[in-house]
C-alpha cells in the first residue's frame, strides 16, 4: 500500500483546479462506494466559529462517553488533524486504506483534494463503530462535497464576506449558499445574528439565535438556554474570545434537537467546555513575550481577533506577524486590526496564490518590516519585542503553521 505522504501527492493531482465547486463528482463516487453511515452526523457551516462549534461538539460528546468521528480542515501541521476517530487523529495507514477505496470507486471521475479527502473520510468513519459524526464544510455549504451526506442536524456559525469569488458578492449571496447545508424537515440551528434573508427563507426547521436558543453572561459564568433545557452556572469554554459563547450555545442547541438518542448530561457539558482544544484560534501560549495565534484570514475573523486583544490585558507594544493569500481581503482584515497593532512584521507566503509582503505593506502605515517567510517574519519579531510585549500571529492558516513548526523546533530559545 502506498505510504500516506504519496497519496497526498497523488490526490493533489486529480483535478486541474485546486478548489471546484460541485457535487455531481463526489456525489457518484459516493454512490459506487455503497457507504453506510449508521449513525446521526451534524454539519457545520459559516464564515468564521465553525471550527470551535466542531471542536466543542466533540468535546462535550466524548466526556458524554460517545464515541465520535470529527471531519475538519484545513489542518496547520499534519493532514491527519482533519479526520478524528474518538478525539485522536487517524493513522497513516487507516488514511491509506480509505484513499485506496475511493480510488478503486471513483474510475475516471476527476476529483478535487478535497473530494477525495472528504470520501475518505467518510470512509473510514463508516469501518467505525461510531454513535456521531461532526462534518464541517470546507467552503460555502451547497456545493461543497461535505453536502454530499444529508444531515441529522446542520449549524450556520456566521455569515461573512470572504471567498467572493466563488460564493458571491454579498452576504445575501454568501447566506444561500452556506444555508444549502440544512435538510427539509430537519433541525437548522442558526447562530448568525443578522442572519440574511436568503439564510431565514431556506428550508429547515430553523432555530434562531435569541429567539429559540440563546445565553447570557456574566464576568464569572455563563447560561445557556434552548429547545431541551436550561443550563446554568457555566464556566467559560476553555476556547478564548468574545464569539465563543456563541459557539457553544450553538454546539450546546445542536446537542438539544438530538437529545433523544444523544442525551448528554449537565456534568458532560461542563466538562467537555471546559477541556475543548483548537490550536490556531486565538490560542494564547504561554512564557513571555506572549504570543498569540489566530488564523482570522477575513474581516468579520479579523474584527473579531482586535475585540479579544482588547480585552487581553495592557501591553508596551502588540507586534503584528501577519502572511495573507491574494484573493483574500488583505486591506479588510489589516485595516481591523491597524489600532491594535504597534509593529508589522509582514511575512511572504508560498504559492501562487500567497501575498508578497509587499502587497500586504500597501494597505498599512506606520512601523513596517517585509520578510521572505513567515518564520523569518516572527524570528524578528520575537528578537525585538520585549518580555510585556504582545506578538499576534495571523493572515492565514499558512502562516500560524509555519509558526508553530517554528516554534516546535526552536523550543530550547523560547523564554
Known sequence: MRPLEEWLRHIEQQHPKAIALGLARVTEVYARMQLAL???????????????????????????????????????????????INGAEAGDAALAESFAAVER?????????????TLAAL????????????????????LDAVNVVDPHCAVLTSVGLDHVDYLGPTREHIGREKAGIFRAGRPAVIAEPDAPRSV???????????????YQADAAQWSYWGPGARRGGLAYPALRGRLQLRNAAAALCALDTLRESIPVAMQDVRRGLAEVELPGRFQVLPGRPQVILDVAHNPQAAGALADNLADSGYAAQTIAVCGMLRDKDIGGVVSELAQRVTRWHLATLPGPRGARAAEV?????????CHDSPAEAFAAAREAAGEGDKIVVFGSFLTVAEVMAWLNNNKTSIR
Open 38 to 84: 449508521r449513525f446521526p452526523v451534524i454539519t457545520v457551516g459559516g464564515t468564521n466559529g465553525k471550527g470551535s462549534t466542531c471542536a466543542m461538539l466533540e468535546a462535550v460528546l466524548r466526556c458524554g462517553g460517545y464515541r465520535t468521528g470529527l471531519y475538519s480542515s484545513p489542518h496547520l501541521l499534519r493532514y491527519n488533524e482533519r479526520v478524528r
Open 105 to 117: 470507486a471513483r474510475g475516471d471521475v476527476a476529483l478535487t483534494y478535497f473530494e477525495f479527502g
Open 123 to 142: 470512509h473510514g468513519f463508516s469501518q467505525q463503530d461510531l454513535d456521531i459524526a461532526i462534518l464541517e464544510v470546507g467552503l460555502g455549504g451547497r
Open 200 to 214: 431565514l427563507s431556506a428550508s429547515g426547521d430553523k432555530l434562531l439565535l435569541g429567539k429559540d436558543f440563546g
Open 361 to 369: 505593506a500597501v494597505h498599512l502605515q506606520g512601523d513596517i518590516h
